[in-house]
């Protein structure tokens, strides 16, 4: 059983890995992986232009407690508590075997003078989530940056499989807040 299990999700990885990118569909979102050495999580960075003012933009990323209603892989979203600059919010994800049931608490830290915001994961169903955006005007639109440093805790699942995941989900998310902020 554990082999056929172990060739199951093998076979799952290098399906996945073998799917084209997303990224370079999308064209406006460059994103990258960075190891920051042996024992610490990669970092994903994501920088690319959304097509809409950085004060929409803005109000699209913490909406937190709407996510649901606009960003991919997003079942269910709930404000939990806001304070000022400073939000908690509970996110259930809508995402496959062996990920069914995704969820996650994050404390979000906002400097919206600066136009950037800091996640951090308090509690979930996966091991680690951090990371945040960063905003820039730059003509009519935004220059966004988007960092995300997440471990889900699944120790069948190859690392580099969840970080290929990510890489290609963020072009998605980019396209989904540029959706969201052209409509406020």
């Known amino acids: 059983m554990h082999q056929l299990?172990?060739?199951?999700?093998?076979?799952?990885?290098?399906?996945?890995?073998?799917?084209?990118?997303?990224?370079?569909?999308?064209g406006n979102v460059d994103v990258k992986a960075v190891d920051h050495g042996p024992g610490k999580l990669k970092e994903v960075k994501a920088v690319g232009y959304i097509d809409a003012p950085p004060a929409k933009v803005w109000k699209a990323i913490i909406d937190y407690g709407g996510y649901a209603k606009f960003m991919p892989r997003m079942k269910k979203s709930t404000l939990e508590t806001r304070n000022a600059n400073m939000a908690i919010a509970t996110m259930y994800l809508d995402l496959p075997f062996p990920f069914s049931g995704t969820?996650?608490?994050?404390?979000?830290?906002?400097?919206?003078?600066?136009?950037?915001?800091?996640?951090?994961?308090?509690?979930?169903?996966?091991?680690?989530?951090d990371g945040g955006w960063s905003l820039k005007a730059q003509g009519k639109g935004t220059l966004a940056t988007y960092i995300v440093r997440t471990d889900p805790g699944v120790p069948l699942i190859p690392?580099?499989?969840?970080?290929?995941?990510?890489?290609?989900?963020?072009?998605?998310?980019?396209?989904?807040?540029e959706r969201r902020a052209k409509q406020l």
Do not use: C
């Open 5 to 26: 299990n172990r060739r199951l999700l093998t076979a799952i990885a290098a399906v996945a890995l073998a799917l084209p990118q997303t990224a370079s569909a999308v």
């Open 103 to 129: 969820w996650y608490t994050n404390r979000y830290d906002e400097n919206p003078k600066a136009m950037s915001l800091k996640w951090r994961m308090l509690k979930g169903s996966i091991k680690h989530t």
């Open 159 to 177: 690392k580099i499989l969840a970080d290929e995941a990510t890489k290609r989900t963020i072009p998605d998310i980019f396209k989904a807040v």
